[in-house]
C-alpha cells in the first residue's frame, strides 16, 4: 500500500513517524533508562521465556525503539550479548546514548545477520508496525539458533483500541485543546504507522504460517496499558500538566496492579495486550 500524499509505503511511513516520535519516546512512554528500568526489562523477557537468560547467550531486539529493552538486558546482565536494530536512525540514536550497542539500522523484515546468529530474538511493541508479519516472523527464525525462541513482549489487542479509545476521548473533552496543524499531522502519521491488533489465535495463526511449531501466546495488561495512554495523551495536550504528575510511579502502581489482580481477573479477551514465546 502507498499513501497517496507521501509516496512512501508503510515501511516509510513508519520510519519517518519513528524518526519524529524518538523527540519524545520516552517521556510519553513513562521510560527512565536506569537500573530499575533495567531490571524490570529483564523480568519481563524472562518471565515469558520461562528461563534465565544464560551467561554469553546472543540476543536481538528487533525494532528496539530507544532501548527499553536493548539498553536495558545490556545493563542488567553485562554477561549476555544483546544487539539491536531499528527502521529509525533517531530511535537508533536514543538508544546508543541509553547504553545500547552493537545497533544497526535496518527493517525487522530483513535483518544483516547472518543465519542462526542468536539466541534469542525479543521484540517489544514492533509486530504491529510491520506490513508483512509472516514476512518479518520468518526472517527472526532465520537468524535464530537451533533451540532458540522469540520473546514477544507486547502487541496490542482488539480490546485496547475500544477501550483506550473511549479513555483518550474523555480526556480529550477534558484537556479541550486542540490540535495545531503540525500536531495533526503527527496525529494522522501515527494512525498511519499502527498497522494491525493481534489476538493470541490471529498472531498464533501468522507465526504458525512463517513457520514455528511452538506457540504459547497469551494475553496480558489491563491498567499499565490505559496508564501509558493517558500519559501519552496529556504529554502531547498538556505539558505543563503532565510535568506534575508522577507518571513513574503510577506506571510502577499500574504494573502491580495488573500482576496481582488485572491478570489474574480478567478474561483473556478483555486484557490488553499479546505477549509469549514462538519457538521453530
Ligand atoms: C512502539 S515502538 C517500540 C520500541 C521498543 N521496542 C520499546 O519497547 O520501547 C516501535 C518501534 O518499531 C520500530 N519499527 C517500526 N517499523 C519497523 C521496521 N519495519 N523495522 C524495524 N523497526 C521498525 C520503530 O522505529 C520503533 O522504534
Not at 262 to 268: D, H, K
Request: proline share 5%.
Amino acid at each position: 500500500m502507498t499513501y497517496v500524499d507521501t509516496g512512501l509505503d508503510a515501511v516509510g511511513v513508519n520510519r519517518v513517524f519513528h524518526d519524529h516520535e524518538c523527540r519524545y519516546y520516552d517521556e510519553r512512554f513513562a521510560i527512565v533508562h536506569d537500573r530499575r528500568t533495567a531490571r524490570q526489562a529483564l523480568r519481563d523477557v524472562e518471565s515469558l521465556l520461562g528461563r534465565a537468560l544464560r551467561p554469553g547467550e546472543r540476543v536481538l531486539d528487533a525494532g528496539c525503539g530507544t532501548g527499553y529493552l536493548a539498553a536495558g538486558l545490556r545493563r542488567a546482565r553485562p554477561d549476555v550479548f544483546v544487539a539491536g536494530a531499528d527502521l529509525s536512525a533517531g530511535m537508533l540514536a536514543n538508544a546508543r546514548a541509553a547504553g545500547a550497542a552493537p545497533l544497526a539500522q535496518a527493517d525487522a523484515a530483513r535483518l544483516p545477520f547472518a543465519d542462526r546468529a542468536f539466541d534469542v530474538v525479543v521484540a517489544r511493541g514492533v509486530l504491529h508496525h510491520l506490513p508483512d508479519v509472516v514476512g518479518a516472523l520468518g526472517e527472526w527464525r532465520r537468524v535464530l539458533r537451533p533451540g532458540g525462541a522469540v520473546v514477544l513482549v507486547s502487541e496490542p489487542t482488539p480490546t485496547v483500541e475500544r477501550h483506550g479509545g473511549v479513555l483518550v476521548r474523555g480526556l480529550l473533552a477534558a484537556l479541550r485543546r486542540p490540535l495545531t496543524a503540525e500536531e495533526d499531522f503527527w496525529e494522522v502519521a501515527s494512525m498511519a504507522a499502527n498497522l494491525h491488533v493481534f489476538t493470541p489465535d490471529s498472531l498464533g495463526a501468522l507465526a504458525r504460517a512463517a513457520g514455528y511449531r511452538g506457540v504459547a501466546l497469551s494475553t496480558t495488561d489491563f491498567a499499565d496499558t490505559l496508564l501509558i495512554t493517558a500519559s501519552y495523551v496529556v504529554w502531547g495536550r498538556a505539558p505543563g500538566l503532565a510535568r506534575r504528575l508522577p507518571w513513574r510511579r503510577a506506571d510502577d502502581l499500574a504494573r502491580a496492579a495488573d500482576r496481582v489482580f488485572w491478570n489474574r481477573l480478567l478474561p483473556v479477551s478483555w486484557r490488553h495486550t499479546v505477549a509469549g514465546v514462538l519457538r521453530p
